[in-house]
């Protein structure tokens, strides 16, 4: 089945520090991939959807500027949070949707990157 | 635009009981409706998805969803809970042209 796989799985970082986080579809060709956010036993917050050589589009209320977002090839997207600071903390999880598989607008996910700044 | 929503943040069974999660949907279209299972610092897992075949969908670990548009529901259920169902659980909804989205999650607590 489609996998997709995250880079790290957790990271831990300083306050002013930028911190990258991979998505990978592993079997796959992705036409678009999303970041979510997920607070502590909350639901998943799309935060941008991400189409491979576009801009990506920021969900309302998210800053573009704070979460750099590429998605430069049909098996990769990255979420890079600038500056980060402990509000930023949280779990960040992806998922790419296959171009067969978009009349249904099924999305594979991956297993999450918690993100700790101290 | 489309939404879930998931009666009851939080749903506690004993081992052996029916497990029950509600999801009633919203949409102005067909929906395309998925249930996703989450353990603690993971992903999400497709456990089944309805995409307008036959409206009664079975899925993994003996979880089986029935889409019910009458009442705009697809409620999950699996006939007899086991210790390792302990999770969240996610009901979303996706249609031509809009992406997936998800409600509030029910968090399942299994009983010995």
């Known amino acids: 089945g489609a996998v997709v796989s995250q880079h790290p799985s957790w990271v831990i970082c300083k306050s002013g520090t930028s911190v990258k986080i991979e998505c990978r579809s592993l079997?796959?060709?992705?036409?678009?991939m999303f970041w979510y956010r997920q607070f502590p036993k909350q639901s998943l917050m799309l935060m941008a959807t991400s189409n491979e050589g576009s801009k990506a589009t920021y969900e309302q209320g998210v800053e573009k500027d704070k979460f750099l977002i590429n998605h430069a090839s049909l098996t990769l997207s990255t979420l890079t949070v600038t500056s980060a600071h402990p509000e930023d903390s949280s779990f960040y999880i992806c998922?790419?949707?296959?171009?067969?598989?978009?009349?249904?607008?099924?999305?594979?996910f991956g297993p999450g990157t918690r993100l700790t700044v101290l | 635009a489309q939404s879930v929503t998931q009666l009851g943040s939080h749903v506690s069974v004993s081992e052996g009981a029916l497990v029950l999660l509600r999801c009633n949907y919203s949409?102005?279209?067909?929906?395309?409706l998925f249930w996703y299972v989450q353990y603690p610092n993971q992903g999400l897992q497709l456990l089944l998805k309805y995409t307008s075949a036959a409206t009664l969908v079975k899925g993994i670990n003996g979880f089986e969803a029935e889409f019910k548009k009458s009442e705009t529901s697809f409620h999950l259920t699996k006939p007899s809970a086991h210790m390792s169902d302990a999770a969240e659980y996610f009901c979303a909804v996706s249609d031509l042209g809009n992406d997936m989205r998800f409600g509030a999650g029910t968090r399942l607590t299994v009983k010995p």
């Open positions: 949409s102005s279209v067909p929906p395309y």
């Open positions: 998922s790419a949707r296959e171009a067969l598989q978009s009349s249904y607008n099924e999305q594979f």
């Open positions: 079997d796959f060709q992705a036409t678009t």
